[in-house]
């Protein structure tokens, strides 16, 4: 499956930091009923994601509550604990932003959306994109088509919900 506009995501358990410690959350029952951005990346503390994609979000999160999105979500393969680190460095937790780990990458396998850079180091992250989703279909995606942070960072997917 490669992801796109009007697919339902697939059921998925991400573990991620709680105030306690490692928990879960099953995304099925996180988007049921609500309307949740969802950008993914490809690893938390990278120089593009750490200095351009999740400062986008945090950037944007007014405009996206104005236009009735329940909760913004990044995801990373990743563990929850360099989830957690990087959020707690970046602003992320005090922003709200909920941080995801795909631990073994297979949600982003699982909606195709895994790549590797062996350039940098990167074996099997996830491409660089941002979605909407509602109700647990994907309304709107943007998917990053080259390097950086255009069409996927929080002003422009904010830009394609007009």
């Known amino acids: 499956m ?9 059921e998925a358990t991400f573990p991620f930091m709680g105030p306690e410690g490692p928990a879960t959350l099953a995304l099925g029952e996180k988007l049921a009923g609500r309307k949740v951005v969802i950008f993914a990346l490809p690893g938390a503390f990278s120089r593009t994601c750490d200095a351009s994609h999740m400062p ?14 329940d909760e913004i979500m990044c995801l ?3 563990d929850p604990f360099v989830m957690g680190a990087w959020g707690a460095s970046t602003g992320a937790n005090d ?8 631990a ?5 396998k699982s909606v195709g959306m895994d790549m590797d850079a062996p350039v940098v180091g990167f074996f099997g992250r996830s491409k660089r ?3 909407v989703v509602e109700d647990g279909v994907v309304t709107h995606l943007n998917i990053e088509p080259e390097l950086g942070c ?3 960072a929080g002003e422009g997917l904010l830009e394609a919900m007009g």
């Open 2 to 10: 490669t992801l796109s506009v009007g697919d339902k995501l697939p």
């Open 129 to 131: 994109y941002a979605m």
């Open 56 to 69: 986008s979000f945090i950037r944007t999160k007014d405009g996206f509550a104005e236009k009735g999105v």
């Open 104 to 108: 073994d990458g297979a949600f982003t």
């Open 95 to 102: 922003a709200g932003i909920t941080m995801l780990a795909d």
């Open 76 to 78: 990373a393969v990743n």
């Open 150 to 152: 255009t069409v996927s």
